[in-house]
């Protein structure tokens, strides 16, 4: 589903709703894409079906409104939330405990009861918060938020969200590196906070570096308009409005937001492996080239990091691109299992 940007539900609704013949063809055509991106998507769909048949309740959904029906239980029940991790290779098992929670939703409407069915009262009514967290080299493609937002997350990053969004605004809680392509809705600001910056969008797309420990965080902006907030010094002086192109860096020592124009072509590379260069020293290339690929790579000389290289590789394997930086300077490439090492011939 990562190129169905307009989904404004969250994905249950739109299972709910395709399950029950109700769904339009973007929708479906929207589930079906994202049914056939893997194995695990296929059983998980076939599963929740299976839910609502063998419940009895699949072709009831034709004369209720999921949204209403939930909407009532609010007004019956108090919510509160807990937190459970998660990983996102488990994604589908979200959808079949939101399908579980759909089917309580109507049991109760129906007046059949929902006490002690289907996993319990608890566990389907209380809106869950989720943390979904990667480990070192590992990237998370196609992490998809209630609202239909895409998030890509970088190694060593955690994004806590709430299983469903409600109140005014759509809020998340972020560290780390990742990249958000957030669904487009003026009522609804989405907002990022990282504990020292809040990102605050509408819907747009854009890079978010806020490790901790680091120095800075970063927010680079590709598509649309962000607002970033110091929160370090949450002045209104201390924001700034980022347009496509613009950076914004928040230097935490010195409690500093600045804005600029982005000049590091690269700065999703680590998303897309696709690499730029034009008469850039040796030094950045291997950074990027370390951060692209989760590689360690050492010079034996430090004067080779001043040397200049123009290239462009698009999806190369690590071994391809080191090996023309090695053609190109006539340097001799050692290392195995992630660490290399370039060094000048007859050395």
Not at 268 to 287: D, E, M, P, Q, R
Request: charged share 25%; net charge neutral; proline share 4%.
């Amino acid at each position: 589903m990562n190129k169905n940007k307009k989904i404004g539900k969250a994905i249950w609704d739109l299972l709910a709703k395709y399950h029950s013949g109700e769904a339009n063809e973007k929708e479906k055509s929207a589930l079906e894409k994202w049914a056939g991106q893997s194995e695990e998507n296929q059983r998980e769909f076939k599963r929740a079906k299976q839910l609502f048949e063998k419940t009895g309740l699949f072709f009831q959904l034709k004369k209720y409104n999921p949204g209403e029906a939930f909407s009532k239980v609010k007004l019956r029940t108090k919510l509160s939330g807990n937190i459970q991790k998660v990983r996102p290779i488990s994604a589908g098992r979200k959808l079949y405990m939101a399908y579980l929670k759909y089917a309580a939703v109507i049991l109760l409407i129906t007046g059949l009861g929902i006490t002690g069915y289907l996993l319990g009262t608890d566990r389907l009514i209380q809106p869950q918060i989720q943390e979904i967290a990667s480990i070192e080299k590992e990237v998370l493609n196609d992490i998809i938020l209630p609202d239909g937002t895409l998030v890509t997350l970088n190694c060593n990053s955690t994004l806590t969200y709430p299983e469903r969004f409600s109140g005014k605004t759509r809020e998340v809680e972020f560290v780390g590196e990742a990249f958000f392509n957030v669904t487009p809705d003026s009522e609804h600001p989405f907002i990022i906070s990282t504990g020292d910056a809040n990102i605050k969008v509408l819907g747009t797309s854009f890079n978010v570096n806020a490790y901790p420990g680091a120095q800075t965080v970063e927010v680079v902006v590709e598509s649309g308009r962000v607002q970033v907030s110091n929160q370090i010094d949450p002045k209104p002086e201390n924001e700034v409005i980022l347009e496509p192109g613009d950076k914004a860096t928040l230097i935490k020592t010195e409690k500093l937001l600045i804005k600029e124009a982005n000049d590091d072509p690269n700065f999703i590379a680590w998303k897309t492996h696709n690499i730029t260069f034009n008469k850039s020293k040796l030094g950045y290339v291997l950074s990027v080239i370390e951060k692209t690929y989760h590689a360690n790579i050492e010079v034996s000389d430090p004067d080779l990091n001043n040397l200049l290289l123009t290239a462009q590789f698009n999806d190369k394997p690590v071994d391809f691109v080191l090996d023309v930086i090695r053609l190109t300077f006539n340097l001799e490439l050692s290392g195995e299992n992630g660490h290399y090492l370039f060094e000048r011939h007859n050395q």
